[in-house]
């Protein structure tokens, strides 16, 4: 048996308005934060950021493929990793669907990691995934965007 609570059909729908005003704050909330995110400012990027991908190696610019804009999923898959992180894998299954329809939008998506390429294409292959991944390995490119730190970085918190 459970400790959950039953109750009335009545006493349900006023619990059940509480969460919606609570659901509804949340995302007016979670739509301000994206509306701030948007107006962040941009950084000029001078840095020659090089990568390795399934056509040879490649400028930041490159990546572009002719598109005006350029998003970039940072993949953790790091050097010693043996697979990529999970959490990261679960997303990554959707990318196939969405890239199509990023491309109609002058967007090209990219996944980057710092593994090797040779294991990224293996275990792109794995996942029978399609989308563009590049290796950042021996770059600062992780680093500089701080998605990426050392070893003591991560012990200084």
Request: charged fraction near 25%; aromatic fraction near 12%; include cysteine.
């Amino acid at each position: 048996m459970t400790d959950h609570p039953v109750v009335s059909p009545e006493e349900w729908l006023a619990a059940r308005l509480d969460l919606l005003q609570a659901e509804k704050e949340l995302t007016r909330r979670s739509d301000e934060l994206v509306r701030r995110r948007q107006e962040l400012p941009w950084v000029r990027i001078d840095k020659e950021y090089r990568f390795d991908t399934d056509e040879g190696n490649a400028s930041l610019a490159d990546l572009f493929r002719g598109r005006s804009q350029l998003l970039v999923y940072h993949f953790m898959f790091g050097p010693d990793y043996t697979a990529g992180c999970p959490s990261c894998s679960a997303i990554a299954d959707g990318f196939n669907g969405f890239a199509v329809h990023l491309a109609n939008h002058d967007v090209i998506l990219w996944a980057v990691s710092r593994a090797p390429l040779a294991k990224l294409q293996g275990f792109k292959r794995r996942m029978g995934w399609t989308f563009p991944w590049a290796s950042s390995l021996g770059g600062d490119f992780n680093f500089d965007f701080t998605v990426s730190v050392t070893e003591q970085q991560q012990r200084d918190g």
